[in-house]
Nanobody
């Protein structure tokens, strides 16, 4: 898998939940911290959540703290994003990618293998 494969998005009402999955190559998962990013129409891509290789350290954007939980299963080459209490402001396309190791978290320099992403739409 040269490109990650994101899934789990959909249309939900405010207050609902979704669980996103991202499956990538073992080499990608082992090379750096992994994270979720999102991009809404007309806006810049922003960091949402990150996790280290061992799953012992997680990081969240202020806008999603207390609502989203990131996790991973290296045996399945997969990372997850459990999203609860969804808000219309969470509407965006969600992508996974390797990240830098310190704040502000950004996509790792040299990364070009973007997946198709998965669309999340939250209605009010």
């Amino acid at each position: 898998q040269v490109h990650p494969v994101e899934s789990g998005g959909g249309l939900v009402q405010a207050g609902g939940s979704l669980r996103l999955s991202c499956t990538a190559s073992g080499r990608t998962l082992g090379s750096s911290r992994m994270g979720w990013f999102r991009q809404a129409p007309g806006k810049e891509r922003e960091f949402v959540a990150g996790i280290n290789w061992g799953g012992t350290s997680t990081y969240y954007a202020d806008s999603v703290k207390g609502r989203f939980t990131i996790s991973r299963d290296n045996a399945k080459n997969t990372i997850y994003l459990q999203m609860n209490s969804l808000e219309p402001e969470d509407t965006a396309d969600y992508y996974c990618a390797p990240t830098t190791l310190r704040p502000p978290f950004k996509v790792l320099v040299g990364w070009t293998n973007w997946g198709q992403g998965t669309q999340v739409t939250v209605s009010s």
